[in-house]
């Protein structure tokens, strides 16, 4: 029971990407989703939530104005929308699956029972 990224690769400054978050051997409708990111050196935080209605959400401070979680329409797939990334956006991204509740303020601390493998997302000229 995992749930599988995708979407990640090389982007300029400025530009924008996508991510998916998809479960598989189970349903992401059930849960409260997060993404993660962790960059070489440093440790992994907390980006974004999305309850499992899709009614409650978090952003980490740095991408306010810049990322957006959101539920496809079967609610099985959780998307980010990552715009304006600039290089210290730069990280493996990582989706993560909890308990089914309302977002915390600070996204890291939650209950997050299943993790993917993660997908880089680099930013570069």
């Known amino acids: 029971l995992q749930p599988v990224e995708s979407g990640g690769g090389l982007v300029q400054p400025g530009g924008s990407l996508r991510l998916s978050c998809a479960g598989s051997?189970?349903?992401?409708?059930?849960?409260?989703v997060a993404w993660f990111r962790q960059a070489p050196g440093k440790e992994r935080e907390g980006v974004a939530c999305?309850?499992?209605?899709?009614?409650?959400?978090a952003l980490e401070d740095s991408v306010k104005g810049r990322f957006t979680i959101s539920r496809g329409n079967t609610k099985n797939t959780v998307f980010l929308q990552m715009n304006s990334l600039n290089p210290e956006d730069t990280a493996v991204y990582y989706c993560?699956?909890?308990?089914?509740?309302?977002?915390?303020?600070?996204?890291?601390?939650?209950?997050?029972?299943?993790w993917g493998q993660g997908t880089q997302v680099t930013v570069s000229s």
């Open positions: 993560a699956a909890g308990r089914h509740g309302t977002c915390p303020q600070d996204v890291g601390k939650y209950d997050y029972y299943y």
């Open positions: 999305i309850s499992s209605s899709g009614g409650s959400t």
């Open positions: 051997g189970f349903t992401l409708v059930y849960y409260t």
